[in-house]
Structure formats: structure tokens, C-alpha cells
């Protein structure tokens, strides 16, 4: 430690006396060494090198000095304070350190624990994808129209032109509702045939019902379960989800119908997507067809390319979605409508079946179980 520096007469300052200062150095320095975290540490800095700090202080001193004696207390000063700001910086790292250490034991998350949190409900894949196909229609003006699952025959069948002894009547597709006590029950003479109610084999009574509750123009999207006797198996369910359209108004045509279902599959599967239509019958349509869009996957690139073989469509280029036509005037007149003045077009595909293509679902099944191991990678959404 050196001496009293007689050069500092005729201005001997308390402040800048070695000792002083080599004092205020080794409190900060113990201080700081003594910070046990940094709330601590930001105490010690403030006390030992902010503005009111004894360094400061006696670094603000300096200026009264003699010119011979301000190069000696500044190197002195400056000296002290780089070591406390030194020691401070350390601490400070230091402190850090231990503390992310620290919150990583602290806050670990054993992720193999079992969670008790119950997890949030979600609707099926089969109801969000039954929406998505109904929004595109109701961004063009459809309504969303709904009909009962147990259905009169005479909704289901006859208003539809599917006259009694068409094969889609028999018991093969249908199951027949009676009550108790009906032909058919137990020792009730008659067969359940003849109850005159069915589970609806499709939506088109929908098209019935909305028809003769509304005046045209009818613009309706009628989404729905429907029933048919298959058993279930990877291809078939006797539970299904139908999407079926309806329109009806002066001048409809054909070109309507065949721009309508463009615009759905371009909306559903992408640009470039379109469909086309083959020769097809439906008691209910006239014209009918079958209707199929180009695979959205190849877009037709892989038929006759055995090198690149396409699994969605199975290098067949189209896949095949559904019926479609111009509503035959009979059901038109059958819901009171003037086939003269009105026409319309219509179609409908299954749900399921469309689920199965767009996202390789290979077993139906899967789609009716309600496993949820099926479901969750589809999402939450709710
Ligand atoms: N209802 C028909 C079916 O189940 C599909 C269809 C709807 C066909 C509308 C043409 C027009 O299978």
C-alpha cells in the first residue's frame, strides 16, 4: 500500500486517499463475494458501484485535483472500480449458471409419468369432413337441410320413382322398423315388410321433404346417416354418412350440375382436381350418372406408367365419387313442382368412402369403431 501522496496538498481529499479507496475496493469486493443471488448481486452493485457508491464518489473528486495529482488518483480510482466491475461481471455470470442449473433439476418434467388430466372430448373425423363439404355450399348460398333416419317407405322409395318391385325395395338393401305388435313381431302375422317404414337407404327423402316444404329456387346440401343390410367389413357398412345435394329453379342444366361438382372437388382436394361424368341410371334422375374426379394425388399421371404407381387411385387416374343427374320431372311433379317451369340436378357420395381415399384409410371399420386411436391424429377439433 503506498504512502500519503504529498502532491495531493494543497487538496487533500478524504475521498481519494489510498486507503480509503483500497477500503471501498475491498468491502465492494467482499460484497460481492458474499451475493448469494442475483437480487443480492443487484444490491451489491448498486451500493458499491452505482452513481452514490464511495467509488463513484471519489471518482467524481478527481476533477478538483491538481493537474499533477489527477493521473496518480485516477489510475488508482479507475483501477479499483475496474476490479469491482470485474468481480461484479463474474459474480454475476456465476450466479446465472447456477440458477438455469438449478430450474433445470428444479422444473424437470418426468414426461412418462402418467397424466391425470382427462382429455377434452373432440368430434369425429366423419363429422368435421361432412361439414368441410357442406361449407362449400353454404359459401355459395345452400341451405343445410335435414331429414328423420326412420323414414316413411313412401318418402324413401315411391316419391323418388323407385316403384314397388324395384330390387332396391326388397329386404336385401333394407331394414324394415315395426313396433311392437306390428306384422312381423313374434307371433304377428305379416313380415316387418309391410310396416311401411324403413331406415332411410340414402338422403334423397330429404330432397322429398325439403321439396315440398319450400318453394323453389331449392338450394340444400342434406348431409346424413344411412342404412343398407351389408355386413360390416374393410369395404362395407351398414351404417353410412351421405352427403347429398339439391337444386331446383328455372334453367337448370346440366352444365350447371357438371360446374357445381368442379367447384367441389377444386374446393375439397386442390386446384386442378375436375370431374367427369359416365352414362349412369337412378329411378330419380334424368339424365343419371357416375360421377368421378381425377385423382388429386397422380392427376391421372400414373396410369400405363409402371414406374410410378399411384396407391390413392390405384393408377387409375379417376376415382369414383358418387351418382348424380337432372331430378326427374316425376319426383318434381310428386312434390308438386312444375316440371315445366323448374328443373334441377342432384347428387350424392358417401362420406366414409371419400374419408378412405383422401386420407388411405384402408379398413372402413376403422372409421365406425370409435376407437380413438383411429380418431386422435385427426385432431381436437371441437
Ligand atoms: N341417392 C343415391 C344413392 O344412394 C345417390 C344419388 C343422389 C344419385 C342424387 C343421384 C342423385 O345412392
Redesign the pocket.
Known amino acids: 500500500m503506498s504512502a500519503p501522496n504529498k502532491s495531493y496538498d494543497p487538496v487533500e481529499v478524504e475521498a481519494l486517499k489510498p486507503e480509503v479507496i483500497d477500503r471501498a475496493k475491498d468491502e465492494a469486493l467482499a460484497a460481492v463475494a458474499a451475493a448469494g443471488d442475483l437480487e443480492a448481486l443487484r444490491e451489491v452493485k448498486a451500493a458499491h458501484a452505482g452513481d452514490r457508491s464511495p467509488l463513484a464518489l471519489a471518482n467524481r473528486e478527481i476533477g478538483a485535483l491538481p493537474p499533477h495529482a489527477k493521473a496518480d488518483a485516477g489510475k488508482r480510482v479507475g483501477q479499483a472500480r475496474g476490479a469491482v466491475s470485474q468481480a461484479l461481471k463474474q459474480r454475476q455470470e456465476e450466479l446465472e449458471r447456477e440458477r438455469d442449473e438449478r430450474v433445470l433439476v428444479e422444473e424437470a418434467v418426468d414426461v412418462t409419468l402418467p397424466y391425470d388430466r382427462l382429455p377434452a372430448g373432440a368430434r369425429h373425423p366423419l363429422t368435421t369432413f361432412s361439414e368441410r363439404v357442406e361449407d362449400v355450399f353454404v359459401a355459395m348460398g345452400y341451405a343445410v337441410a335435414e331429414g328423420p333416419e326412420t323414414e316413411a317407405e313412401w318418402f324413401n322409395f315411391d316419391a323418388l320413382n323407385i316403384g314397388p318391385d324395384h330390387p332396391a325395395r326388397t329386404m336385401q338393401d333394407t331394414f324394415f322398423v315395426r313396433g311392437p305388435g306390428e306384422p312381423g313381431d313374434g307371433d304377428a302375422p305379416g313380415s316387418a315388410e309391410d310396416s311401411g317404414v324403413v331406415l332411410r337407404t340414402?338422403t334423397?327423402p330429404v330432397q322429398i321433404r325439403t321439396l315440398l316444404d319450400r318453394e323453389p329456387p331449392v338450394y340444400v346440401i342434406c348431409p346424413g346417416r344411412v342404412f343398407r343390410t351389408d355386413e360390416l367389413d374393410a369395404t362395407h357398412t351398414p351404417v353410412f354418412t351421405?352427403v347429398?345435394l339439391l337444386a331446383v329453379d328455372e334453367g337448370l342444366t346440366m352444365a350447371d350440375l357438371k360446374g357445381t361438382l368442379d367447384h367441389m372437388v377444386r374446393e375439397l382436394f386442390g386446384e386442378g382436381v375436375h370431374t367427369r361424368l359416365r352414362p349412369n341410371y337412378?329411378p330419380?334422375?334424368e339424365p343419371?350418372a357416375e360421377m368421378d374426379m381425377v385423382c388429386y394425388r397422380c392427376h391421372g399421371a400414373s396410369v400405363g406408367d409402371p414406374d410410378n404407381p399411384c396407391r390413392t387411385c390405384s393408377s387409375e387416374g379417376w376415382i369414383e365419387l358418387?351418382?348424380?343427374?337432372m331430378v326427374n320431372p316425376r319426383v318434381l311433379t310428386a312434390c308438386g313442382v312444375d316440371p315445366e317451369r323448374y328443373s334441377g340436378f342432384?347428387?350424392?357420395f358417401g362420406i366414409e368412402r371419400m374419408m378412405m381415399f383422401r386420407h388411405n384409410v384402408e379398413d372402413m371399420r376403422d372409421m365406425v369403431e370409435g376407437d380413438v386411436r383411429f380418431t386422435r391424429p385427426f385432431g381436437m377439433e371441437i
Open positions: 340414402h334423397s351421405q347429398e337412378f330419380f334422375t343419371s358418387g351418382g348424380c343427374g342432384a347428387f350424392g
